[in-house]
T-cell receptor, first 117, second 118 residues
């Protein structure tokens, strides 16, 4: 079974530029999460989708971050304009449903590392 | 809001020895789940072990076991017979049960870097 796919793995941009990250969850997983992981910290949830609807985006900086999940499958996370403090790893995860499927497990991708100069 | 605290930024262990990683959490909910995730340098998070709050029995998965103290809100991870491949960042995480305020999403601690010495 294919895992959660993310791209690009690495991205370097200058501040005020824009960037987009893509995530393809495990087939059949209804719930998709985007987490931000700053170096040395635990991941922080940015946004949670159930199918193509938003469940929780309370910690998404909406003035610069946006995310969509068209057709309830793939998702993109965009940052425009980027700030220095956006340098982080952006992790995508998926689960069968909001309860995380059997036993509550979320499956994570390898992440996209963003460096803002 | 729920919080998860890992008070050990770094831990080290000799190969074949046992190490315990600490985690405490704060919640007013009675129905929840607790997890330990491992994040190797490749960055992909992998589930190590899970514990349902309603279960009194501590979860075990091969060399990994937990000490779940619900009243104390403590959830430590014990790794027995440590192997070089166990070296990674370990995260403790909390998820609300059905109907909870954070249903579905994981709230993570700050992580503990585990080094295994040969």
């Amino acid at each position: 079974e294919a895992g959660v796919a993310q791209s690009p793995r690495y991205k370097i941009i200058e501040k005020r530029q824009s960037v987009a990250f893509w995530c393809n969850p495990i087939s059949g997983h209804a719930t998709l999460y985007w987490y931000q992981q700053i170096l040395g910290q635990g991941p922080k949830l940015l946004i949670q989708f159930q199918n193509n609807g938003v469940v929780d985006d309370s910690q998404l900086p909406k003035d610069r971050f946006s995310a969509e999940r068209l057709k309830g499958v793939d998702s993109t996370l965009k940052i425009q304009p980027a700030k220095l403090e956006d340098s982080a790893v952006y992790l995508c995860a998926s689960s069968l449903d909001s309860a995380g499927g059997a036993g509550g497990e979320l499956f994570f991708g390898e992440g996209s590392r963003l460096t803002v100069l | 809001a729920q919080t998860v605290t890992q008070s050990q930024p770094e831990m080290s262990v000799q190969e074949a020895e046992t190490v315990t990683l600490s985690c405490t959490y704060d919640t007013s909910e009675s129905d929840y789940y607790l997890f330990w995730y491992k994040q190797p340098p490749s960055r992909q998070m992998i589930l190590v072990i899970r514990q349902e709050a309603y279960k009194q029995q501590n979860a075990t998965e091969n060399r990994f076991s937990v000490n779940f103290q619900k009243a104390a809100k403590s959830f430590s991870l014990k790794i027995s017979d440590s192997q070089l491949g166990d070296a990674a960042m370990y995260f403790c995480a909390y998820r609300s049960g059905a109907g909870g305020t954070s249903y579905g999403k994981l709230t993570f601690g700050q992580g503990t870097i585990l080094t295994v010495h040969p």
